[in-house]
């Protein structure tokens, strides 16, 4: 016969049970408990009959707006993990690290050239931190950014392949193009604010450190012109003998309006002035004016003292001094090379390379990243001084490149945009046979 073995009950389970208090308290909240399950059944009904249009109308719009499912795949996030995060902070740290190294060794350099002129021409101590070293830093930056990314790559992949990280990346099932995405998109953020800082930011900067130097470094601007002929408008020829950018006068001025290829209007002035604090372009006042318009064999003569009067054109087309074209930002480097073209001047050329010039630059931090990249990805034997030597070596014969085939187009007639994107052009090919080996 089966023996049956009963466990002792605790005497202190059993006054826990009999305990009258805890019966009332549980009792106590179980009332609670059921009447804020009622309250929430009558809210439940109360919504479903008198809120029922609002949840149809909220269904219909989801049901409209399904195809913006389609935003989620944009997100950066979705793409980046652990692995992407480790690589993106190396990449950017290095980079910057390596810009503040170089750009603080620049600097030293710079003050030790031009302490004597400073000190010369009495240069305050705000001026030179503010107006000068401010915008020489982005300036300097962004003009060997492409080193610094190439650098910056072949610097931490080189570490990382000594330290047979990138083996065990690739060991764990991640393809060299799986590898590249981080590389990818720290190059994104690196070439859009290389764009930035080159289209919108850097100009500004570079007319107050043209300012300065005309002042503290006695490198003198180009402030007048000679014998000036442009055409401001079709059909419409205006000349001044001279012109001075100070104080933003012209002298000997004349404005000519022919139609079919004959004079119709002739305008003359002693003096004619740009204005300067007016809300919109192209105003300026003439004085000792006279105009002689020609109606077939009749001639109308007007004059007066002071005349305000539209003309298209600005103090910018009358006077050109070295490196005007990197004070302008892209829009305003766009419409005064819509404009140049239209009065029929050949002297846009400048203009253009240096337009096309600064989107060029930003996509080189792409093909450059994949260069450094592919060449660095492997384990020698040596360290990453090799690479280091290669890098710098491709580098400056980029920069090299850039100088020169902008000189081409500037004085060969060589095409602008063909110019600017000729040594991402070649380099991309290089790329490509690199990226290709690198798996392998």
């Given at each position: 016969m089966e023996k049956f073995h009963y466990r002792p009950i605790r005497q202190k389970n059993i006054m826990q049970l009999k305990s009258f208090h805890n019966i009332k308290k549980y009792h106590k909240l179980y009332r609670i408990g059921r009447t804020w399950q009622r309250r929430a059944q009558k809210q439940k009904v109360w919504r479903h009959e008198h809120l029922a249009w609002l949840y149809k109308m909220c269904s219909w719009i989801a049901h409209k707006l399904r195809f913006l499912r389609v935003l989620k795949y944009l997100n950066i996030f979705r793409y980046i993990h652990r692995l992407d995060w480790y690589i993106i902070k190396k990449f950017i740290g290095t980079y910057f690290f390596s810009i503040m190294l170089i750009i603080s060794i620049s600097i030293v350099f710079d003050v030790n050239e031009n302490l004597a002129k400073f000190t010369q021409y009495h240069a305050p101590l705000k001026a030179i931190v503010f107006d000068y070293y401010l915008n020489f830093i982005p300036y300097f930056a962004n003009l060997f950014s492409a080193l610094f990314v190439f650098i910056a790559v072949i610097f931490f992949t080189s570490k990382l392949a000594g330290n047979s990280e990138i083996i065990a990346m690739l060991a764990a099932g991640n393809s060299f193009k799986r590898l590249m995405r981080p590389y990818m998109i720290s190059c994104g953020f690196i070439a859009i604010l290389s764009y930035v800082l080159a289209a919108y930011v850097i100009p500004h900067g570079t007319v107050v450190k043209q300012n300065f130097e005309s002042l503290y470094k006695n490198n003198k601007k180009n402030t007048a012109a000679?014998?000036?002929?442009?055409?401001?408008?079709?059909?419409?020829?205006?000349?001044?003998?001279?012109?001075?950018?100070?104080?933003?006068?012209?002298?000997?001025?004349?404005?000519?309006?022919?139609?079919?290829?004959?004079?119709?209007?002739?305008?003359?002035?002693?003096?004619?002035?740009?204005?300067?604090?007016?809300?919109?372009?192209?105003?300026?006042?003439?004085?000792?004016?006279?105009?002689?318009?020609?109606?077939?064999?009749?001639?109308?003569?007007?004059?007066?003292?002071?005349?305000?009067?539209?003309?298209?054109?600005?103090?910018?087309?009358?006077?050109?001094?070295?490196?005007?074209?990197?004070?302008?930002?892209?829009?305003?480097?766009?419409?005064y090379i819509s404009k140049q073209i239209n009065r029929g001047s050949s002297n846009v050329v400048r203009y253009q390379v240096e337009y096309h010039k600064r989107i060029a630059s930003s996509f080189a931090a792409f093909i450059l990243t994949i260069i450094g990249a592919s060449l660095s990805s492997r384990k020698r034997k040596g360290g990453m001084g090799l690479y280091l030597g290669l890098g710098l070596a491709l580098s400056f014969i980029y920069i090299m490149l850039q100088t020169i085939s902008a000189t081409f187009a500037i004085n060969a007639g060589a095409p602008p945009m063909l110019a600017a994107w000729t040594p991402n052009l070649l380099y991309a090919i290089i790329a490509y046979f690199c990226y290709r080996q690198a798996p392998n």
């Open positions: 000679e014998n000036v002929m442009l055409q401001v408008e079709k059909g419409v020829i205006a000349y001044i003998q001279h012109y001075d950018n100070n104080t933003k006068t012209g002298y000997g001025f004349s404005l000519d309006k022919f139609e079919n290829k004959k004079l119709v209007s002739h305008m003359t002035a002693m003096q004619v002035q740009y204005d300067t604090i007016s809300d919109s372009k192209y105003h300026w006042k003439a004085q000792n004016w006279k105009i002689r318009q020609l109606r077939g064999l009749k001639e109308v003569v007007t004059s007066g003292a002071v005349k305000d009067t539209m003309i298209t054109m600005e103090p910018t087309d009358l006077v050109y001094s070295k490196g005007q074209q990197e004070t302008f930002t892209s829009p305003e480097l766009k419409e």
